[in-house]
């Protein structure tokens, strides 16, 4: 089992709607938990970032948290054409000191 | 508020020669990591370092790779004997701790001829 895995997509999503990604990891004892977004040829982005169970909201973002299913959600609304782009889920595993680990990326797709 | 630099932006090397790619992190980030990233692939993890320290380097080739993070100046990675495998985007992030958010430079992109 990967330690971080997530749909590739590609996503698409009308004009306007809720896009939803998902992220599932394998380690129970990761604490941290990120989203990035990353635009093609880019460096990743750093979007929202949580520690606790349940939902943390930064605009038209919220990250939803859930330890016990080991399962995290980005949920962006009133998505726009611009929020064309990869989103990479990452989770800090305690290796003798935490490393952030990625997931392979979900493409999303907002069509105008 | 300079953000985290990597240099050079692009690199090309010939088969057999040496490449080194430069980290420096935002400034106060004594953590860095790390990453190499093939076109249309998600980020895998090569090292985390800490100031004079290798905390974790699993994700690293056991030959021709190696990676600092000396007290004073920036990062390395470097790889010797460079092969075509080796070209792909490298990129550095730093975080002010452990667990905390990592933010990224612009990456290197190294090509192999």
């Known amino acids: 089992q990967k330690e971080v895995e997530q749909n590739s997509g590609p996503l698409s999503v009308p004009e306007g709607a809720i896009a939803s990604l998902n992220c599932t990891y394998s380690d129970r004892g990761s604490q941290s938990f990120f989203w990035y977004r990353q635009y093609s040829g880019k460096s990743p982005e750093l979007i929202m970032f949580?520690?606790?169970?349940g939902d943390k909201e930064d605009g038209r973002f919220t990250a939803q948290l859930n330890k016990a299913s080991q399962y995290v959600s980005l949920l962006i609304r009133d998505s726009q054409p611009s929020d064309s782009a990869t989103y990479l889920c990452?989770?800090?595993?305690?290796?003798?000191?935490?490393?952030?680990?990625f997931g392979a990326g979900t493409r999303l797709f907002v069509k105008a | 508020n300079a953000g985290v630099m990597q240099n050079p932006r692009h690199l090309v090397r010939r088969r057999g020669q040496e490449a080194r790619l430069r980290c420096s992190p935002v400034?106060?980030?004594?953590?860095v990591y790390w990453y190499r990233q093939l076109p249309e692939e998600g980020l895998k993890f090569m090292v985390y370092?800490?100031?004079?320290?290798?905390?974790?380097e699993s994700g690293m080739p056991k030959e021709r790779f190696s990676a600092e993070f000396p007290k004073e100046g920036p990062s390395i990675l470097r790889i010797q004997q460079v092969v075509r495998g080796d070209s792909a985007a490298y990129f550095c992030a730093s975080s002010p701790g452990q667990g905390a958010e990592a933010f990224f430079g612009q990456g290197t992109r190294l090509t192999v001829v």
């Open positions: 400034k106060g980030h004594s953590h």
């Open positions: 370092l800490q100031k004079e320290n290798i905390i974790d």
């Open positions: 949580i520690y606790s169970n």
């Open positions: 990452a989770v800090n595993l305690y290796t003798g000191g935490f490393k952030t680990i």
